[in-house]
Every structure is written in structure tokens, then in C-alpha cells.
């Protein structure tokens, strides 16, 4: 008996060996399965990964963890903390990180900054032996209660997501909240350009909260005015001479009051960059004009041609100035030096033609009064009617003839005494334009000194009320 049970024992264990074999070599084979489906399951199963590796998520499963933690699940977040009582205080810490653009055509400016809210959310609170404070990302942001701060008067705006999305909240025990983010926004500023470019405009940058008014949630600056603090800014066209924080109400018809801070900035323009493309350049343009005074008054051609070339030059640096600064109804500190400059050159151009109409009268009247027929000139002699030829001929028959008129005047009797006192008033004026015309050459005598001392005169005046 002993060995029929021993002989059926034997038989079991035979047909339960190949059973043992299999069992121990399959689970190897499923197990390397899922870490190849693990590997690859993007590109061999369309996505499709084992329930097990899913299981293993340490991420999801420590964001779990953290909503037990916090009791997410227990409140409603989307009221904010301690509703139907006071004002919610919500402090702001701003760190400005550069000031990127300023233009003045569309009137704003670019700025890349750190905003940090401080408030305290009792749901929120938590256990801990430590007392130490837990660091979230923006995947908990999104699941509970922060403040709705928004920038007043801004065009564009964006939170930075490289390599992630740039928010930091951080949890203390208590329920105190630091929630920050890095924004880089674009912000309209109103600019007066009256005195440009020897301007100096004041900006600023408003945050407000958007739903909720003054009764419901509190703005204020969390440490006064060492809540602004600002890196190592520089400027291509501007100096930053201050950077300070200020806060105020704003009231809307329909919704009520909100409190509102400001992040204000006075920036001064750099003079150096428009002395150079500007000022200088305008400057040679009107003492080039000056030149003309030294060319003979005969020489048409080429005081002509120089004072268009310069009156041109102007044209085009006022055309310049004017497309590169925005459409404004009111007129510049640069639009008045550019017109007077190009009133120096205008007149300039104008006294030739002065000069060069008098010269022509003066000799068409010497030719009238010494009688001399056109006829008996030759060709080279006609050209004394253009002011381009002086005939020493002509000037001594005038002198005799003048001489010959004032002996015989001489001889007459005196006028009587009215009319000589009336002919003594208007003696002066007529001999000095007389003079002047009889030689035209004073003009420009009185022109080298006459424009130089206005336009330093001008320039005193002009430089004493911009700066």
C-alpha cells in the first residue's frame, strides 16, 4: 500500500514539473514587457502604456498627496478667503528686472518684472512638526483661490513659461501664501513732447484687482516703499532718475471704488544722440549759408546754387525728425529750432535777391542818366545789365553829372522855410535807401555780422528756456 502512494506521489510531482518550469520563466517575460511598453509605447502601441507603470507616477501621486494635505477637496475655492466679512489684505512686493522698450510713436514701454502677492488663506493651513513651508509649482495654482491683480492701461502682456511656467506659490503653516510670478507687460505712458528732446517723462505702471473692490480685497504695498526694488537698469536714449511706489483709489460708476498702486518712473532723455544727428548738422547748415555774403555779388551762379543746397538740407532734416516722432498738434522744442534755423537759411537766399535787385537798378540808372544809347554798347559791355560787369566809364560821366547838377543847385535861391523843414524829415530816410542802393555791396558788409549775432542771439534764448 505503502508503495502504491509512494508511486502516485512520484506521478504528481512528474506532471507538475513542466507546470513549475513555466511559472517561473513567464513572469520575467511579463515583467520586462512593461518596462519595454514603459519605453516605447509612444512609438509601438500609439500611447498605450500598462496600468502598472501609470500606477508608479510619482509626480501625480505627490500632487495627490498634497490636495489631502491642503484639504483642496474640503472648500470651495472659487469664493475668496473669508467671505462676507472684512476685506481681504493682499500685500504686493514688486523686483523690476529690466526695462525693455520705450516708443515714443506708440507711446508705451516694455517691462519685465517679478510680482509677489502675500495674503492669508486659513483653508489652506496645515500640520507640521517642522513649521516649514511647502513649494508648489502652477499645477496647484490652478486648483485654488489667488488674487485677480490685472495692469491698468496695458496693450500686451505674458507670463513666462521657459522652460516652465515661471509661478512660484508657496504654503506656510498658518495659511500665509507667497504667490509670484514673472510678467513681462506692456503699458501705455502718457508723454508730453513739448520740450523734446530736452524732455523728461513720467510713466507708470498701475495694478489693480479686477472683480474684487476695496470692500472685498485691500491692495497695498507690502513693505512701503522698500516694496519696489529695481536691478541695474541702463538706457540707450534715457536716464532713469526715480523709481518709486505710490498707491490711490480708482472709482468706477458701475462696480465702485478699488484700490490701486502705482509703480512710478521718471525718465530724462540723453541730449547727446539728437546734438549729433540734429543739432550740429543744423547748426553747419545755416553757418554754410553764411558764405554766400563773402561770394561776389556778381557771381550768380554760384551764391544761387548754395543757397538752395542748404535750404534743401533743411527741408530734408525737418522731413526726418518729423517721421520718426508721433503726429502731436502742439509743437516741439526741436520743431522750433529747426523752423527758426531754417528761417536764417530762407533769408539768407533772400538778401541775395536783394543785393542782386538793387546792383541791377543801380546800373540800369547810371546807364539812364549818363545817356548812353544800348546800341553803342558792344556785347561785352551789355552785361552790365546783369550785375555781372562794372563800367568805370559810366561811374565818372555819373560823378560829372552829379557834380554838374549840385553847382548849379547851389546858385538857386533857398526853398522856403516849410517846405525845407518838411524836406528835412524826409531827407534821411530816402538818402539811406538811396545809399542803399547806390551800394548794394553794404548789405552783405551788414549781413556778416547781422545773422551770426541773431542766431547767437536765438540760441542763447532758446538753450536758457529748454534746459
Known amino acids: 500500500m505503502r508503495l502504491i502512494l509512494l508511486s502516485l506521489r512520484l506521478l504528481c510531482l512528474a506532471c507538475l514539473w513542466p507546470v513549475t518550469l513555466l511559472y517561473h520563466h513567464y513572469p520575467s517575460r511579463k515583467k520586462n514587457k512593461d518596462i519595454y511598453l514603459g519605453e516605447h509605447a509612444k512609438h509601438k502601441y500609439r500611447g498605450r502604456i500598462d496600468y502598472k507603470v501609470k500606477k508608479q507616477d510619482s509626480t501625480k501621486s505627490l500632487l495627490i498627496k498634497t490636495e489631502q494635505l491642503l484639504r483642496i477637496e474640503e472648500h470651495d475655492f472659487a469664493m475668496r478667503p473669508g467671505f462676507g466679512g472684512s476685506a481681504i489684505p493682499v500685500g504686493i512686493d514688486v523686483q523690476v528686472e529690466s526695462l525693455d522698450s520705450i516708443s515714443e510713436v506708440n507711446m508705451d514701454f516694455t517691462m519685465t518684472l517679478y510680482l509677489r502677492h502675500y495674503w ?55 495659511g500665509n501664501i507667497l504667490y509670484s510670478v514673472r510678467i513681462t507687460v506692456t503699458a501705455l505712458c502718457g508723454m508730453d513732447f513739448s520740450s523734446f528732446p530736452l524732455d523728461t517723462q513720467n510713466c507708470s505702471l498701475e495694478l489693480e484687482s479686477y472683480a474684487y473692490n476695496e470692500n472685498d480685497l485691500m491692495l497695498y504695498w507690502k513693505n512701503g516703499n522698500d516694496s519696489l526694488r529695481t536691478d541695474e537698469i541702463v538706457l540707450s536714449q534715457f536716464f532713469i532718475e526715480e523709481f518709486n511706489p505710490s498707491s490711490g483709489l480708482a472709482f468706477y460708476s458701475s462696480t465702485g471704488w478699488y484700490n490701486r498702486l502705482y509703480i512710478n518712473f521718471i525718465l530724462r532723455r540723453h541730449i547727446f544722440f539728437f546734438m549729433l544727428q540734429t543739432y550740429f548738422p543744423t547748426m553747419l547748415m545755416v553757418v554754410l549759408s553764411w558764405v554766400s555774403f563773402w561770394i561776389d555779388r556778381r557771381a550768380v551762379p554760384a551764391r544761387v546754387s548754395l543757397g538752395i543746397t542748404t535750404v534743401l538740407t533743411m527741408s530734408t532734416i525737418i522731413t526726418g525728425v518729423s517721421t520718426s516722432m508721433p503726429q502731436v498738434s502742439y509743437v516741439k522744442a526741436v520743431d522750433v529750432y529747426l523752423w527758426f534755423s531754417f528761417l536764417f537759411v530762407f533769408l539768407s537766399v533772400i538778401e541775395y535777391a536783394a543785393v542782386n535787385y538793387f546792383t541791377t537798378v543801380e546800373e540800369m540808372r547810371k546807364l539812364k542818366v549818363g545817356k548812353v544809347r544800348l546800341s553803342e554798347f558792344d556785347t561785352t559791355q551789355a552785361m552790365a545789365f546783369d550785375g ?80
Open 120 to 174: 492669508r488663506d486659513e483653508r489652506l493651513s496645515f500640520a507640521s512638526g517642522n513649521n516649514l513651508s511647502r513649494t508648489f509649482d502652477a499645477r496647484l495654482v490652478k486648483k485654488i483661490w489667488v488674487p485677480d491683480v490685472f495692469f491698468v492701461h496695458s496693450k500686451r502682456s505674458f507670463i513666462h513659461d521657459t522652460t516652465m511656467e515661471n509661478i512660484m506659490l508657496r504654503v506656510y503653516p498658518d
Open 388 to 467: 555781372c560787369f562794372y563800367d568805370m566809364g559810366i561811374e565818372l560821366a555819373d560823378l560829372s553829372i552829379d557834380h554838374q547838377a549840385s553847382s548849379r543847385s547851389s546858385t538857386m535861391a533857398d526853398p522856403p522855410p516849410a517846405l525845407g523843414v518838411r524836406l528835412q524829415h524826409s531827407r534821411p530816410l530816402r538818402f539811406h535807401f538811396q545809399l542803399l542802393m547806390s551800394n548794394s555791396y553794404i548789405i552783405d558788409s551788414y549781413s556778416r555780422v547781422l545773422f551770426p549775432l541773431a542766431y547767437v542771439i536765438f540760441n542763447i534764448i532758446y538753450w536758457s528756456i529748454y534746459t
